[in-house]
Nanobody, 124 residues
Framework: QVQLVESGGGLVQPGGSLRLSCAASGRTFSSVSMGWFRQAPGKEREFVAAISRLGISTAYADSVKGRFTISRDNAKNTVYLQMNSLKLEDTAVYYC?????????????????WGQGTQVTVSS
């Protein structure tokens, strides 16, 4: 069993920054890829970013490319999402996901454990 706990969400003005963290426990964190997804009200959960098990490869949704950065610290069993230049449309609940494979994937079907989510609200 894997437990994922996200933190770092909050209210921020457009153009601002936030850093999300996700602490994992219960399994070998460094053996799998990790991902971040988000879900806005009335919309389906969508892929945001993913990182391979050693952090060598990353992938981003086009909507966040150049603004968001995913990273991980395997010694701390933690994955991060640095979000810069935030926009109104970034408002959503952000979920951390524990991958079912070693390589990065953008489909939620390739992740078998999820955190409880953290709210990010971008508003002026």
């Amino acid at each position: 069993q894997v437990q994922l706990v996200e933190s770092g969400g909050g209210l921020v003005q457009p153009g601002g920054s936030l850093r999300l963290s996700c602490a994992a426990s219960g399994r070998t964190f460094s053996s799998v890829s990790m991902g971040w997804f988000r879900q806005a009200p009335g919309k389906e959960r969508e892929f945001v970013a993913a990182i391979s098990r050693l952090g060598i490869s990353t992938a981003y949704a086009d909507s966040v490319k150049g603004r968001f950065t995913i990273s991980r610290d395997n010694a701390k069993n933690t994955v991060y999402l640095q979000m810069n230049s935030l926009k109104l449309e970034d408002t959503a609940v952000y979920y951390c996901a524990f991958g079912a494979t070693t390589t990065i994937r953008s489909s939620p079907d390739n992740y078998n454990y999820w955190g409880q989510g953290t709210q990010v609200t971008v508003s002026s």
